[in-house]
């Protein structure tokens, strides 16, 4: 075993680079300095030949390097639902062009939204399971038809709205916070009715089914419809062969149409949640010992849940599934860097606690490593 850089030497009475006086382990070369504390453990980490080797695909991201996006999202341009977003995985849903920070997914969209108290999200349902992890504030999730019941989230507490189901969220907290959203496969989304129509009066450049072009007015782009794909989706309020106004080139244009169509989903009708249908998808951080989030479908499985360390304590995934962690508190070391708050990291083999208490988010998944399937979990069985 090794000890960590700068605190072998402290430990073993070098602090001066010499060696302290035979009996009289010192913290100061003073004459009158006291003896040194004697600590109870020792912060270490194995030896590297002791370590699982690092896979090849292994990759991070800095939460304080990446930038938040404003206006990301379609009903962002409404008042009540300005929010930033910050884009790790995939694709923001309604946004064909804007990149994630991990340019190869691990079959999710992965997202951070900040916003001020108050404000939250527009009613929607998606094809695929759409999963919500509280990171630093209360979070009051709204489902049914019209967003009429109500679920509370507290931070780190997590939901999975189910596959058609009408949701949205909102910061319910004193101050700014942030929501982590999961949504597996295809970043396809039905906005409720009128929310199109809202955000384009508030000067959003769309299309009728609320996905955003990236091109001023001025030119004219081939408007998406479902009905090549799956005979028609009124409840999508698509175009029906109407056109859109952008201002691009060719090549532009079908750039950005081949992106629109990334986004499309498939014709599906409402799952209708009633009072205290949600509850049984709420999984509380208090409650971590005895229950947490695993979902399986025909693409494969979506596992959320925690895991806390001790100062010094070392962590391994098992298994062959992909895994992703989220600091949460505290702080990590893996492949000789520092990782803190809100810091993401991507197939990490190997991961020892900092010098406090540490609690990281963990999500293990098998799906495809695309987004072109939908993750459609029959979770009310």
């Known amino acids: 075993m090794a000890c960590l850089a700068g605190v072998q030497s402290w430990l073993c009475g070098k602090a001066d680079g010499s060696e302290a006086s035979p009996g009289k382990p010192k ?3 003073a004459e009158d300095a006291e003896r040194k504390v004697s600590l109870d453990v020792v912060w270490e980490v194995p030896e ?15 939460y304080s390097k990446i930038k938040p996006l404003n206006a990301a999202l379609l009903d962002s341009y409404i008042n009540g639902y300005q929010r930033t977003t910050t884009l790790f995985f995939g694709r923001i849903v309604s946004n064909p062009d804007d990149l994630p920070a991990f340019q190869e997914p691990l079959g999710y969209n992965m997202t951070y939204n900040a916003m001020a108290t108050g404000n939250g999200n527009a009613l929607h349902r998606h094809n695929s399971v759409e999963i919500f992890v509280a990171l630093d504030a209360p979070f009051e999730i709204a489902y049914g038809s019209h967003g009429e019941f109500k679920a509370l989230l507290q931070p780190w507490d997590v939901v999975a709205c189910p596959a058609e189901a009408i949701h949205s969220y909102k910061n319910v907290g004193q101050d700014g916070g942030q929501i982590l959203t999961f949504l597996c496969g295809k970043p396809a989304i039905c906005w409720a009715n009128g929310v199109v129509q809202q955000a384009r009066a ?15 007015p001025a030119k004219k782009a081939p408007a998406l419809s479902f009905d090549h794909l799956s005979g028609g989706l009124d409840s999508r309020q698509t175009t029906g062969g109407q056109t859109t106004e952008t201002a691009a080139s060719e090549s532009d244009l ?7 169509l990334e986004l499309m989903g498939k014709e599906a009708p409402e799952l209708i ?17 005895e229950r947490s989030l695993k979902i399986s479908s025909s693409a494969g499985t979506m596992g959320v849940h925690w895991k806390d360390l001790q100062p010094g304590e070392s962590y ?10 989220v600091v949460l508190k505290g702080s990590v070391i893996c492949q000789d860097r520092h990782f803190t708050h809100l810091d993401v990291l991507k197939q990490a083999s190997f991961l020892t606690a ?3 208490p540490t609690t990281l988010l963990l999500a293990r998944s098998n799906l495809p490593h695309d987004l072109t399937f939908f993750f459609d979990a029959d979770i009310m069985a």
């Open 273 to 289: 949640l009633k009072a205290g249908d949600l509850d049984r998808f709420v999984f509380r951080y208090g409650e971590r010992e």
């Open 202 to 216: 508030n000067g959003a450049i769309c299309d009728d089914s609320g996905i955003l072009l990236a091109h001023d």
């Open 354 to 356: 900092g010098s406090e």
């Open 316 to 325: 391994v995934p098992e298994g062959q599934d992909d895994t992703l962690v």
């Open 48 to 62: 590297a030949g002791d370590r699982p080797e690092p896979r090849p695909d292994f990759a991070v991201a800095k």
């Open 254 to 260: 079908q750039e950005s149409l081949e992106r629109r």
């Open 27 to 29: 913290w100061s070369s």
